[in-house]
């Protein structure tokens, strides 16, 4: 605390490990001689830039970008980037950190970064976002590269701005390499990238449920968020036969109790593309409830995927969605419940799954295009589904080996924790103190 003084989020973040790891470390002493944790905390290199750009009245703008690479004991950096008005340090920090767990949990090569830019990309023009794209690759391309540290997409950053920046990366540099992950499907993006997010997080929250003798068929799910890994989610639960009654975005949510459907959601998509729509418009098209400033955690639902954003759903949601009947709550987000609240699913015992675990398919699949483009080659849809959904039960399987309890409960967030630090740790311990 007293290093971090201003970085809520990453002190959480860290916290939230460390009450899990420090336990395991007390019966695995090697990691604690070697302040595994205490290295795994702190980030291998934080890079911060000025972003400069003209604005399409020719006025001179000024965004701080960021990259963070936070530990590479296990493959190159690899972690979106987030455009956003609240991104600054702290923020970017406790996205590096987790995502070091995701991307060890996943199997594949990958160490953990982040990044991103104070720039919000809600109402600037094409013309503005390119330009603001390639200023920020200007800066960030000494940085990253296909061995190095490989960015993708995050909040406010999708198939356009990784267009942009990628184009920029190759200008520069001379090359066409796999810099970037989320490309487009002609030049050398993977197939079910866009989806994966979403779609992992429902494959693991079957998974979830499986252990119960559960399915989604006939759930009532409510849905936060209205962005990428909200949308495909909202697709998959539909094809597994769930009703998904709620959206949102910054500005409050819609209700929809007969449910939105494939059509309702190719609406959204519209929507939604290139930032332009708000969720409100969905209320005034199908003549639903849109409440403003609010979250959705108050509907009578079976299931919760919290897909929007970081500490979204307090205790007071965790206690409303317990007492409505929540059977299951499984994080498309990073870090969107907070402490208070996953305090309250565990005490419930009702199956709950962190970010780090539930939300990996992005990341995944991330890896999967590295390796297509390592390769030159491309798998088919079916066979990157097919990859995803492995990963996914793989990722299940250590949160059950390193996380049930004695009376059977699977604590997810212990199993995630212990599961996806041990592999980096015993990296770490065999490359030494670096
Ligand atoms: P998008 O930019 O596509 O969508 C973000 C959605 O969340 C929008 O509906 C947005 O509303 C809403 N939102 C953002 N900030 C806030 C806020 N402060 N309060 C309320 N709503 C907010 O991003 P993604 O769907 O890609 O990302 C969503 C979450 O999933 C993030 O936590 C991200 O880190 C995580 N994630 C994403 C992955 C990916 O592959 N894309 C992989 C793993 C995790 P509005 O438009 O009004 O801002």
Redesign the pocket.
């Known amino acids: 605390k007293a290093r971090n003084p201003h970085e809520p989020e990453f002190l959480q973040a860290v916290q939230e490990v460390a009450d899990t790891i420090i336990p395991f470390t007390e019966v695995h002493p090697k990691y604690r001689k070697f302040k595994i944790l205490e290295r795994i905390a702190e980030p291998e290199r934080v890079i911060m830039f000025r972003v400069p750009w003209l604005n399409d009245q020719g006025e001179v703008e000024i965004n701080r970008g960021f990259r963070i690479q936070m530990n590479s004991a296990i493959g190159p950096y690899k972690g ?1 980037l ?1 455009f ?1 008005s ?1 991104v600054n340090l702290n923020i970017l920090k406790f ?1 590096a950190f987790e995502q070091v767990f995701k991307n060890s949990l996943t199997g594949l090569s990958m160490g953990g970064g982040k990044g991103g830019a104070d720039f919000d990309p ?1 109402g600037k023009s094409d013309n503005e976002i390119m330009k603001f794209c390639q200023s920020f690759m200007t800066e960030l391309y000494r940085h990253v590269g296909a061995d190095i540290d490989v960015p ?7 198939a356009r701005e990784v267009g942009y920046l990628f184009g920029q990366y190759k200008r520069i540099r001379g090359e066409f390499t796999g810099v970037l992950t ?1 490309k487009g499907q002609d030049w050398g993006g993977s197939l079910i990238r866009p989806e ?2 979403g779609y992992g997080v429902v494959y693991f929250a079957l998974d979830m449920l499986a252990t119960r003798g559960e399915s989604l068929k006939g759930k009532t799910v409510l849905i ?7 949308q495909y989610t909202v697709e998959k639960c539909i094809s597994e036969g769930a009703k998904v009654v709620t959206m ?4 409050g949510f819609i209700y929809d109790p007969n449910g939105i459907d494939q059509e309702k959601l190719i609406y959204i998509q519209e929507l ?1 593309e290139g ?1 332009r729509g ?2 409100k418009e969905y209320a005034q098209k199908y003549g639903c409830a849109f409440y403003p400033g609010e979250r959705p955690w108050k509907i009578k639902a079976d299931i919760a995927f919290p ?4 500490n ?1 759903l307090d205790e007071q949601d965790a206690k409303t969605l317990l007492a409505n009947g929540c059977i299951c709550v499984a994080e ?3 870090m ?1 419940c907070t402490p208070q609240a996953i305090l309250a699913f565990s005490q419930a015992k009702i199956l709950y799954a962190p ?1 780090k675990a539930s ?5 995944a699949v991330s890896g999967l295009e590295m390796s297509q483009n390592s390769q030159r080659y491309s798998w088919s849809r079916e066979e990157v589904d097919a990859k995803l959904q492995q990963i996914m039960k793989r990722i299940h399987s250590i949160c059950v080996k390193y996380g049930t309890e004695k009376d059977g409960y699977i604590n997810y967030e212990k199993g995630a924790n212990i599961g996806g630090f041990v592999k980096v740790a015993d990296a770490m311990l065999a490359q030494g103190i670096v």
């Open positions: 979106g987030r956003h609240s996205l809600k993708a997409g995050d909040i406010g950053v999708g989320g994966a997010t936060s968020g209205s962005g990428n890994v909200a949102s975005d910054s500005e939604k930032n708000r969720i897909n929007a954003t970081q979204e498309g987000a990073n969107p970010g939300n990996a398919g992005g990341v």
